[in-house]
């Protein structure tokens, strides 16, 4: 995401070939994964000539999206934790 950010692909002028992630510290299958999640996300867009560019407000939509899971995950235990523990304060469970 941050090689299409630095090469300033922010449109279908500016998009980018997928080459210029050929020098990242990461194997072609790991690249290939992760630009194709993120095209299923709508954060990378190909162009009709196979490049392609990043998409900040599709970013933000899947960070919103992201936390909002993140929060749920974590409140659901915390409050079956609670429910757990007030019962047992009630003397509702043994």
């Known amino acids: 995401m941050d ?8 449109g279908v002028k500016s998009a980018q070939p997928v080459e210029i992630c050929k020098d990242l510290p990461l194997s072609t299958k790991t690249i290939a994964y992760t630009i194709s999640n993120m095209m299923t996300d709508g954060i ?19 960070q919103k999206k992201f936390n909002r899971i993140y929060w749920i995950l974590l409140i659901i235990p915390v409050s079956v934790a609670i429910f757990l523990y007030a019962l047992k304060l009630l003397n509702l469970i043994h």
């Open 3 to 10: 090689t299409f950010k630095d090469a300033k692909a922010f």
């Open 44 to 62: 990378l867009i190909q162009t009709e000539d196979k490049r392609f560019y990043y998409s900040e407000a599709n970013w933000q939509k899947f």
